[in-house]
């Protein structure tokens, strides 16, 4: 069992900045793939970005790519992402996941998920 929380979101302009965390603990953590997911109300959740404990690629959606930077901190149980910025379009409750394939943006194959940060950006 793999427990997932997630912290750093609140309320930001359109422009700023925020890094959001996501803490692992249980056994095997360290095995599993990590994702960022992003949901709206009334749409599925979508794919923001991808990376592994032990290194290898980060992956991101097109909408993350060059704003949004995946990275992971073993020593620290955590695996952030620091999203600069931000747009109104990126408001949403961003949610921690992991899973056992690498680089997948879908949302079924991941076995573990947090609670969701909340991320709202103001124009």
């Known amino acids: 069992q793999v427990q997932l929380v997630e912290s750093g979101g609140g309320l930001v302009q359109t422009g700023g900045s925020l890094r959001l965390s996501c803490v692992a603990s249980?056994?095997?953590?360290?095995?599993?793939?990590m994702g960022w997911f992003r949901q709206t109300p009334g749409k599925e959740r979508a794919f923001v970005a991808g990376i592994h404990w032990t290194g290898g690629s980060s992956y991101y959606d097109d909408s993350a790519k060059g704003r949004f930077t995946i990275s992971s901190d073993m020593a620290k149980n955590t695996v952030y992402l620091q999203m600069n910025s931000l747009k109104p379009g990126d408001t949403a409750v961003y949610y921690c996941a992991a899973g056992s394939a690498w680089y997948s943006p879908i949302p079924s194959t991941y076995v573990y998920w947090g609670q969701g940060t909340q991320v709202t950006v103001s124009s």
């Open positions: 249980g056994r095997y953590f360290s095995e599993y793939y």
